[in-house]
Each structure stands twice: as C-alpha cells, then as structure tokens.
C-alpha cells in the first residue's frame, strides 16, 4: 500500500492519463532494452474507440499523436473537426474495413491495418487514385487461424502479398495481429514476426494493453494500448 502522506492520487483525468502514458512508454523501454533493441523503433498507438472526448483531449495535450480507431464513421466524427488543429496526428485503422467504407477510410487514415482480402485491395486502390492520398497499408493476418475472426490465414499470406505487388502494385508496409482470447499471446506473435522477416516487411502491429511488453520483446513496432492508457471504455 502507499503510504497515505505521499501519495496524492491524480486530481483528473488529464494526469491520470499523462501518467498511465509515461508508465506505459517506460514499460515499453524496459521490454525494448531486454530484447535489445531500441525503445524510438517502437510506437504507442493510443486506441481511443469508445472513449469520452475529454479524455482524447487529455492525450493530445499530454503531446500524443499517434490514435488508433477500429470503425471509420466513430472516428470521421471524432478526428475531422480536430485534424486541423493537429496536422502532425497520425490515425491508423485497427478494425475490419468493409469495402464501401474504402473511400472514406482512405480519406482520413494515414495507415491502414486490416487488409486482409483482395476485394478490398480493388477497392483501396480505386480509393486511394481517387483521392490522390496513399494511406500505408498492412496486412491483418488470423494467427490463431479463427473462423470468426478477419485476417488472412498465415498459409495464404505468401501468396496474398506476390498478387498485392504484382497485381494491384501495392506496398506493404506492415502486419497486423490480434492473438485468440485466453491464448498465450507470444507463439502468435513470433510467427507474425517470422512471415514479416520472410517478406522484408518493416512494420509489426501486435500487442494491446495485456500483453504489449510481450509484444515488444517479440519485435512489435507499433502496439495498441486503449484501456491500459484511458482507462475502462464507456459506450
Ligand atoms: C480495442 C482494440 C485494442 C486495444 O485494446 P485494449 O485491450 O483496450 O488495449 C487493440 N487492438 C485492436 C484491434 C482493438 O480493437
């Protein structure tokens, strides 16, 4: 327990959350430096689905930038208004993208998470000449092989990638994986890991508020931490 003379529990949600995000950038340092690798090759994406504005304000004035959202039309309501104001913002779809939502994901995110089939490719590309904006985009890959889950089977992702580059002429910048629910997490992220290295792609998107310093020694660039950052999610 703390002693009650010094401990002085967060007066708002502005310091709880300045707080929780230094604690969590310096768990990402320790997790870095035991895997040797540098504590700057790896981003906290803030996922701020279903939080209260107030909150999201909190994380921008503490100096964060980087935000991850799973469903196009809650984050065109939330970030439109305030890109102006944050021209250094960088949005990253984590959720499942249905095609007719491409032109509208591709106007507003700068990287796209959960590519995962070919039907949205065509529809990314359409997007992407229309609008003249180049959104990078990652492949989401089903690491636990789960019927209900999106992402592409870890057998068919060789494939998958040689028909981006060659067909749609697409780059991949990286991968994306979300472990199966009560599973350890570190198996599905060194095969993330082992495709990403066999294909020269850059970039692993794995790790949440659980398991994201697992995710970071097993080479995470990107992890994606909501309720560990903001706290329990409303709505
Ligand atoms: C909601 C969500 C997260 C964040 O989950 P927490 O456990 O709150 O950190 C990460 N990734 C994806 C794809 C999500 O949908």
Redesign the pocket.
Known sequence: MSNPDTFHPPHNEHDAITQARADIVAAIDTAAQQARRSAGDVTLVA?S?KQPQARIDAALAAGHRVF?E?RVQEAQQRWAPRRPEYPDLQLRL??PLQTNKAQDAVDLFDVIETLDREKLAKALVKAMAKSGRTPQLYVQINTGEEPQKAGLAPTDTPQFLQRMREEYGLTIHGLMC?PPAGQAPAPHFALLHDIAARHGIPNLSMG???DYQTAVRHGATHV?????LFGT?TA
């Open positions: 996922v689905k991850g799973n984590i959720g979300i949440m508020s659980g994606r931490v909501g309720s560990a999610r």
